[in-house]
Each structure stands twice: as structure tokens, then as C-alpha cells.
């Protein structure tokens, strides 16, 4: 998960950089084709995430007052390969007329990547501040997941990362592992017995296995509001290097069960009803009940899955960014238990586990 904070931080409160002006400047020149007369650079706080990004303004000595920018990616290490995974993840993705942004520059020796700048501005923002903009925006976002599921899939390629990659029960049961780590464990510090910890992995691989039978298609894997900018009238797709394959719903569920933004109950279904009309204007008729039912399991296990990666954040590196994030996370999996009287078994174990699901009405 990245996005593109608005808080910058200083250059001098940066974490380090593997450059310098003198290494940018070098860079820029030949880039713009003319002297740089001004430029600063600050750090931009990622999300949960071991990449780190930095924001460099620049002015040309032909235009002083006309600022530009490019964002700056550094890797958490060098790359021992010519092409990351997120290069090649761009080229196929442009390839096919989707909104990512240009890659201007790869220093592989350095672990950089300069990119096109997509702004500040983020659909959490549009969520927040123009709420009366929702649909519209949000219908926006649900084109490109019809986009991914339809002409993206329909032309995958081997070269594409997501080619071999699978949303299988090996994948998403280690999700569930990580979260029984480092939330349940860890961030709960409630000592499952060997029987416990047993139901509840026999409870979730189930879960698991159901997801993992579903037809397969290009998933972008962290399609939140924190991962689309805005962009005049229109979307740019950013955090994009973890695509893989995997069930029709589960970008749907990151955007409509997001933990950053919890959209109306009503807001939601006129959206999903929107990505059934629009599947079906593609050639793809979508039948509801089914279509509903592994929704539904599929935000079980997403938001099992960000639970734990906030839980871990805090833990590893006491990040405290997330933890106002759990409760709508575990209220968005509150409101799936209780929606679906054919989860309640699953619905008993997980609250076994983990209290904090229970509601009022659980409670003794």
C-alpha cells in the first residue's frame, strides 16, 4: 500500500536518500534539455510500505517562476535485477491504455525510480471533502476495475508479473497467518491454545479454499482510495507492482469496504449494481446471489488481511498511523458476520479469537 501524503517532510527530516543535489541536478538537465535555475526535494510519507518517495520541485532558467515536479522512488534496496517488477508492471499496463504514471528514469545501481508527479490529490480526499461527488467518482474507479477484469485480463501477457502469480489457498492462507501473528497474537496478545489457534486456521481455510476456486482475473491487489489520484477529470492508477490473479470481487472490496473511507450502505450497492451493469454492457451477465455471496466472504478475508498488516506496521515498527483504522476495518467484518445468517459458524470462531468483533449484543 503507497500513497502520496500532502504533509511533506522537509529535506532535512527525510530518511536518507541515496542522492544528492549534485546527482539530481545531473539527472534533470538532460532530462528538461536546459539549466535548472532553482530546485528542493522533500520526503513524502508512504503507507505501509518498504519503499520510501520523495517530491522533487524543480524551476528551468527559461521559465524561473514556473515550477514542475517529479516524484522519486527509492527501493529499499538496490535492484539486483535490470527490471523491477514494477517497471514491467507499468509498460504492460501502459501498453493497454491504462492511467499509470510514466517512468522518466531507472537507476538500478541506485534502486530509483523518477516518475511522472500525479499530484495530491486522492479519491480519499474527494470521499471527504465532496462527498456529494461520490458516485461519480467512485463510478470512475469501478470502469478501471471493469477495465482490469475485462480488456487487462483478456490480454495478459507472460512478461507482466500478475501472469504467474495467484490469488490461490497457499496466498491467501498466509494472509490469514500473518493476521493471527501480528493482530491476534501480537497487537491482542492473546495466547491461542494449540486448539484454538487450530479452529480458527481450519475456519479460515475454508474461507480460503471457497475464494480460491473462482474464476481468475487481473487483480490490482491494493485498489483503495488512497491509491487513485485525482487527475483533472480523471484517475491515476498508482501502487500497482502487487498485481496478481484473482477472484472478480476482490479490487470491488478494497474500494467499497475500504478501510479510509466507509461509504453508505445504499452508496455501496448502487455502486456494485453499477459494476454489474457495467460487466454486463462488456458481455459479462453476473449472476447477484453468487456474485454477492463471495463478496461478502472476499471482505471477510481483505479486511482480516488489513487488520493485519496494521497490526504489524505498529508492532515492527511501532507505526501508530493505523491503529485509528481498526475499528471501521473491524466493523466493516461486524457488518458482513451479522448480514449473513450462513457465516455464523464462521462467525462464532473468529470472535472467539478476536473480542473485538463481538457487538453489544454478544456480549454477556
Not at 532535512?12 to 536518500?17: E, S
Not at 535492484?79 to 537507476?107: C, G, W
Not at 475485462?150 to 492462507?173: G, S, W
Not at 445504499?266 to 449472476?287: A, C, D, F, S, V
Request: aromatic content about 10%.
Amino acid at each position: 500500500m503507497n500513497v502520496f501524503d500532502t504533509k511533506s517532510n522537509k529535506k532535512d527530516d527525510a530518511p536518507q536518500g541515496r542522492f544528492d543535489e549534485n546527482y539530481l541536478k545531473s539527472w534533470l538537465e538532460p532530462l528538461v534539455k536546459e539549466p535548472i535555475s532553482r530546485f528542493d526535494f522533500f520526503t513524502l510519507k508512504g503507507d505501509a510500505s518498504d519503499r520510501s518517495y520523495f517530491r522533487v520541485n524543480y524551476c528551468v532558467k527559461s521559465r524561473p517562476t514556473e515550477e514542475s515536479s517529479i516524484i522519486v522512488m527509492q527501493l529499499k534496496e538496490p535492484a539486483s535485477e535490470k527490471e523491477p517488477n514494477f517497471n514491467r508492471m507499468q509498460k504492460f499496463l501502459t501498453h493497454l491504455d491504462m492511467p499509470v504514471p510514466e517512468i522518466l528514469y531507472y537507476d538500478a545501481e541506485r534502486g530509483l525510480l523518477f516518475l511522472e508527479d500525479g499530484g495530491d490529490t486522492h479519491l480519499e480526499d474527494i470521499a471527504r471533502n465532496s462527498p456529494e461527488n461520490i458516485i461519480h467518482w467512485y463510478q470512475k474507479a469501478i470502469d478501471l476495475i471493469v477495465a482490469m477484469q475485462t480488456r487487462i485480463t483478456q490480454n495478459m501477457q507472460p512478461y507482466c508479473p500478475a501472469h504467474a502469480l495467484k490469488f490461490d489457498v497457499e496466498k491467501l492462507m498466509w494472509e490469514m497467518d500473518f493476521m493471527i501473528k501480528h493482530y491476534i497474537q501480537g497487537f491482542l496478545k492473546r495466547g491461542l491454545s494449540q486448539d484454538e489457534e487450530s479452529k480458527v486456521r481450519t475456519a479460515l481455510l475454508g474461507l480460503c479454499e471457497t475464494l480460491a476456486e473462482e474464476e481468475r482475473v487481473f487483480v490490482h491487489r491494493d485498489f483503495h482510495s488512497r491509491n487513485l489520484m485525482i487527475r483533472e477529470d480523471a484517475l491515476l492508477l498508482i501502487d500497482f507492482q502487487d498485481a496478481r490473479m484473482g477472484p472478480r470481487q476482490y479490487d470491488l472490496v478494497s474500494l467499497l469496504k475500504d478501510s479510509y473511507v466507509v461509504l453508505k450502505e445504499e452508496t455501496r450497492n448502487e455502486l456494485l449494481n453499477y459494476y454489474l451493469q457495467r460487466m454486463e454492457e462488456e458481455g459479462q451477465k453476473i449472476p447477484l446471489p453468487s456474485f454477492q455471496k463471495i463478496f461478502d466472504l472476499m471482505s471477510i478475508q481483505r479486511n482480516l488481511k488489513a487488520i493485519g498488516t496494521f497490526a504489524f506496521q505498529y508492532m515492527e515498527h511501532k507505526n501508530e498511523r493505523y491503529l485509528e483504522y481498526l475499528d471501521p476495518t473491524l466493523q466493516h467484518i461486524r457488518d458482513t458476520l451479522h448480514s449473513r445468517p450462513d457465516l455464523e459458524p464462521l462467525g462464532q470462531i473468529l470472535k472467539q479469537a478476536i473480542p473485538e468483533l463481538n457487538t453489544e449484543a454478544d456480549r454477556p
